[in-house]
Nanobody, 124 residues
């Protein structure tokens, strides 16, 4: 059974940076699309970024140029480096994964496995 555990959330002032980590266990497929999502109170869940096994990335327009998704395959860890944070980035952030059989990897569609979430709060 795949388990995803996030860490690294917290509070920061506008303009600051945070890095989220997500460590995975129990992978059984050879290829996965892994991503970060966020949900603010009263809003729908939003896909933030995704990365495939080859390191090809995809970002939501709202975070392009500020956030960077990366991975350490040996450690089975996914990262989200968040720079130039603003209050609109305040949300619960979730890492997620799905087996990838082909096609592209983007932070959209159905992801099968989810972490428990990490709160990110940005104050003005």
């Amino acid at each position: 059974q795949v388990q995803l555990v996030e860490s690294g959330g917290g509070s920061v002032q506008a303009g600051g940076s945070l890095r989220l980590s997500c460590t995975a266990s129990g992978y059984t497929y050879s290829r996965y699309c892994r991503g970060w999502f966020r949900q603010a109170p009263g809003k729908e869940r939003e896909g933030v970024a995704a990365i495939d096994n080859d390191g090809v990335t995809s970002y939501a327009d709202s975070v392009k140029g500020r956030f960077t998704i990366s991975q350490d395959n040996a450690k089975r860890t996914l990262y989200l480096q968040m720079n130039s944070l603003n209050p609109e980035d305040t949300a619960m952030y979730y890492c997620a994964a799905r087996p990838q059989y082909g096609g592209s990897c983007s932070p959209r569609g159905d992801f099968r496995y989810w972490g428990q979430g990490a709160q990110v709060t940005v104050s003005s």
